[in-house]
């Protein structure tokens, strides 16, 4: 397995709900991403976990919440959003401290009205 | 935070070679290039990276300049497929060393590639 999937592909959430992305890779990497990315413009970087730790956080607001429960999976917790929430979240993996490669998901589209 | 210029969008024909260019001024000493594209309604995907030395795989090559200020990617015969988003990415040099690995995405170039 050389891949790393998300799911659900798109989520229609309203601003009062919880709802949860998840990202799953079983190529054994340590770091694992979360990224945010507005239509047309570059992902920006959310979250990071090194060996199923948080190590970056930037400034990210409360109401997204990562938890990675095991080295294979992450999740992003989703709790009321605003419309400007809406983006494309993507998920990338990283083998390790000496590689720099990072594989990416196909992303969830995410819309909040 | 280092930074990466990139023009907007580039034309290529089909089968020409490609030259993508990507400046990087305040580029520290150990701080990597990388380069990663986008295709439509996907996530990036890595193409290329390189520390001094031009560097070639697969997909490109990678021309990096003696002063390390500015690079470029060279797509060696572009097929319809090449069109994506290229960024020119520099490692964040807070994150050297060590699992992080910040990557922070530049503008990028929106490569358009006509039969």
């Known amino acids: 397995d050389t891949e790393v999937t998300q799911t659900p592909k798109h989520l229609v959430m309203g601003m009062t709900n919880k709802k949860s992305l998840k990202c799953e890779q079983h190529?054994?990497?340590?770091?694992m991403y979360w990224y945010k990315q507005k239509a047309k413009k570059p992902p920006e970087l959310m979250f990071v976990y090194s060996y199923e730790k948080l190590s970056i956080n930037e400034s990210v607001p409360s109401r997204f919440s990562p938890e990675c429960p095991n080295s294979s999976l992450l999740n992003l917790h989703l709790h009321a959003l605003q419309p400007e929430d809406s983006a494309l979240y993507l998920c990338?993996?990283?083998?390790?401290?000496?590689?720099?490669?990072?594989?990416f998901g196909p992303g969830t589209r995410l819309t909040v009205t | 935070d280092a930074k990466t210029t990139q023009p907007n969008s580039m034309e290529s024909n089909e089968e020409e070679p490609v030259h993508l260019p990507c400046n990087h001024s305040?580029?520290?000493?150990?701080?990597?290039i990388h380069w990663y594209r986008q295709l439509p309604s996907q996530g990036p995907e890595y193409v290329i990276h390189?520390?001094?030395s031009n560097v070639n795989n697969r997909m490109a090559s990678l021309a990096i300049a003696e002063d390390r200020k500015s690079s470029t990617l060279i797509l060696h015969r572009a097929t319809l497929r090449d069109a994506a988003v290229y960024y020119c990415?520099?490692?964040?040099?807070?994150?050297?060393?060590?699992?992080?690995?910040?990557?922070?995405f530049g503008t990028g170039t929106l490569l358009a590639v006509q039969p």
């Open positions: 990415i520099l490692r964040d040099p807070a994150s050297r060393g060590g699992a992080t690995n910040k990557l922070i």
């Open positions: 990338a993996s990283r083998p390790g401290d000496i590689y720099y490669e990072q594989y």
């Open positions: 390189g520390l001094t």
């Open positions: 305040t580029i520290s000493g150990t701080d990597y």
């Open positions: 190529m054994g990497h340590r770091a």
